[in-house]
C-alpha cells in the first residue's frame, strides 16, 4: 500500500470514529496533532482512534479532539483528511475559535492569553537562542580560560552584532505583546503598536532608572490628576492589559462615532483614552499584579528554597495537561524584565525530559510490543526537543505510573537546579535547544546537562522499578477472566 492509500485509509477510519462528517466543525492541524473541533465529543471513540496505525495518542480538549501523528507526518495526515470531509484551508486559529465558541470564561481568558504569545513566539525564540549564542562566544571558562571571542578575535564583532540583535527584540517586547494583544481582542494592531511606543517613549524617565532613585520622574498634571512620567520597560503584564484595552476602546469607537467622522476621530480618541488608562490606572494596577507574581515566584524560592523548586518540577507537567502552562510566559517574560535571569525555564525544561525519561523505561519494559516502540521513540525524540505532548498523552498518561514516575524524577531534577543556581537568559525554548538560553554563571552549561541527565535517568529508572513490581505482584493475573497487564 503507497503512502496516499494508507494515509486515506487512516482518514476514513478516524471519520467512522469521530461521528460522520455531519459532527465535524473544523479541522486543522498543529505541529504535532490534527485538530477536530466536533458537534459532539461524546460520539467520538477515542479507544478505536487510539488504536489507528500511526496514531500516538488521543486526547479531547473542550469540544475539540486531537490526534498526535507527530510533526511531519500531521501535515500529510491533515491534507487527506481535510479534503475528505470538505474542509480544507482552515487555519488553526480559525478551528481554535470554533473551538472557543463552547468554552466556559476561565477557557477563554486561557486560550485567549496563549495566543498573544503563540503569535510572537517566533520572534521571543529567535532573538532567545541568539542571546544564548552570544553567551556561548562570550562565555569564559567554558571551552577554557579564555572564551571563544577571545581565543578567535575575528569573532568579536559577530558576537557583537548578534548581542544586539538580541536584545533588540527583548528592549520592544512590551509593544510586541500590546500589538499581539490587540489584535487578538479584535482592535487594529497598529493602535496596539502606538499605544506600545508610548509605553516606551524615550520622554519617560526609564523605569529600571526609576526604581533603583537614579532619576527622578517628572509630574505633570493632567485634567486635575497628577500622572507620573515614568515608562513602562519589562511591563509584559500592562501591555497584555492594554492591547484588550486598546482592543475594546477601538471597537467602541468604531460603533458610536459615525463614518463620516469614524477614521478621523476613532483612532484618535482610542489612543488618548488608552494613553490616559494606562497611566492613570492600568499602569499602577498591572504594576502592583506585576510585582506580586514576580515577589511571589521569588518568595516560594527564597522561603521555600529547595521544596519550592521540587514542587514546581513534579507538577509541571500536570499543569501542561490542563493547558494552564501556556500562562507561564507572561510569568517568565516578567521574571526576566525583573531580575534579568528566569529560574522557571529549567525547571519546565527538566520536566519535560523527566517524561522522556519515563517513555524510555516504559520502553525498556515493553521492548517486545511493536505498538509501544511505534509510539515511544517517537515520543521520547520530541522531548529532547521540548515537547512533551506525544510522551504525555501517546504512553505516560495513558499508563498512568509513568506519568507519576516522571513527576518523581523532575522534582529530583528540580532539587539539583536550585543546589546548582541554574537559571535561564531567556523563555520559550526547553531540552536540547533550551541549552543556549541557560546562563553560562555558576558552571550553568555543565550544570544543564547534569540537570537533564538527572531528569530522563531518573523518569526511567523510577518506571522501570514500578513497572517491575507490578509485573512481579499483577501481570498476567486473571480477573473475572480478564487478563490484566502492566
Known amino acids: 500500500m503507497g503512502k496516499q492509500e494508507k494515509h486515506l485509509k487512516i482518514s476514513e477510519e478516524i ?35 487510539d488504536n489507528i496505525e500511526l496514531v500516538k495518542g488521543v486526547f479531547i480538549v473542550g469540544d475539540q479532539l486531537q490526534i498526535i501523528f507527530g510533526p511531519g507526518l500531521v501535515n500529510e495526515i491533515y491534507a487527506v483528511f481535510s479534503k475528505l470531509v470538505g474542509i480544507e484551508n482552515m487555519s488553526l486559529a480559525d478551528a481554535k475559535g470554533k473551538s472557543a465558541q463552547k468554552q466556559n470564561l476561565f477557557q477563554k481568558g486561557i486560550k485567549s492569553l496563549s495566543d498573544v504569545f503563540i503569535d510572537i513566539m517566533p520572534g521571543i525564540l529567535a532573538a532567545a537562542l541568539l542571546m544564548g549564542l552570544s553567551g556561548l562566544l562570550g562565555q569564559t571558562g567554558l571551552f577554557g580560560e579564555k572564551s571563544i571571542v577571545e581565543m578567535y578575535p575575528a569573532l568579536a564583532g559577530v558576537n557583537r552584532f548578534v548581542g544586539i540583535v538580541s536584545s533588540s527584540v527583548f528592549a520592544i517586547l512590551p509593544l510586541i505583546v500590546v500589538y499581539s494583544s490587540t489584535r487578538r481582542y479584535g482592535g487594529k494592531p497598529v493602535l496596539g503598536l502606538v499605544i506600545g511606543a508610548v509605553m516606551l517613549n524615550s520622554n519617560l524617565a526609564n523605569s529600571y532608572e526609576a526604581a533603583r532613585g537614579v532619576v527622578s520622574p517628572e509630574v505633570i498634571n493632567v485634567i486635575g490628576l497628577n500622572i507620573k512620567l515614568v515608562g513602562f520597560q519589562g511591563g509584559i503584564i500592562i501591555a497584555l492589559m492594554m492591547g484588550f484595552v486598546v482592543a475594546k476602546l477601538d471597537n467602541f469607537f468604531d460603533e458610536k462615532i459615525p463614518n463620516s ?48 523548586y521540587m514542587i514546581f518540577g513534579g507538577v509541571q507537567q500536570i499543569i501542561v495537561i490542563t493547558g494552564l502552562h501556556h500562562v507561564i510566559g507572561a510569568i517568565e517574560s ?10 522557571l525555564n529549567p525547571l519546565m525544561s527538566v520536566a519535560v525530559a523527566a ?36 510522551a504525555i498523552f501517546g504512553v505516560t498518561l495513558r499508563n ?39 546562563s553560562g554563571s555558576n558552571n550553568g552549561y555543565v550544570n544543564y546537562i547534569i540537570a537533564h541527565a538527572i ?32
Open 15 to 49: 471519520l467512522q470514529n469521530v461521528g460522520g462528517k455531519e459532527n465535524i466543525q473544523g479541522v486543522a492541524h498543529c505541529a504535532t496533532r490534527l485538530r477536530i473541533v466536533l458537534e459532539d465529543k461524546n460520539k467520538a471513540n477515542t479507544d478505536n482512534l
Open 261 to 308: 467622522l469614524k477614521l478621523l476621530v476613532s483612532p484618535m480618541l482610542t489612543v488618548f483614552v488608552s494613553s490616559f488608562l494606562l497611566f492613570t490606572i492600568v499602569g499602577p494596577v498591572g504594576r502592583t499584579l506585576a510585582n506580586g507574581v514576580t515577589g511571589g515566584l521569588l518568595w516560594v524560592t527564597q522561603n521555600l528554597g529547595i521544596f519550592g
Open 334 to 343: 516578567q521574571l526576566l524584565a525583573d531580575t534579568g535571569t528566569n529560574f
Open 355 to 390: 517524561q522522556g525519561g519515563a517513555v524510555l523505561g516504559y520502553l525498556a519494559l515493553r521492548w517486545k510490543d511493536v505498538k509501544t516502540r511505534e509510539l515511544a521513540i517517537p515520543a521520547f525524540i520530541s522531548t529532547l526537543f521540548g515537547i512533551s505532548e506525544p
Open 400 to 438: 498512568k505510573y509513568p506519568l507519576v514516575a516522571g513527576c518523581l524524577g523532575a522534582s529530583i531534577a528540580g532539587a539539583y537546579v536550585y543546589s546548582s543556581k541554574l537559571v535561564s537568559i531567556g523563555f520559550g525554548t526547553t531540552g536540547v535547544p533550551g541549552f543556549a538560553i541557560a
Open 455 to 486: 531528569a530522563i535517568s531518573c523518569g526511567a529508572l523510577f518506571t522501570i522499578l514500578y513497572g517491575k513490581i507490578i509485573l512481579k505482584n499483577k501481570v498476567y493475573k486473571k480477573n473475572n477472566g480478564i487478563e490484566k497487564s502492566y
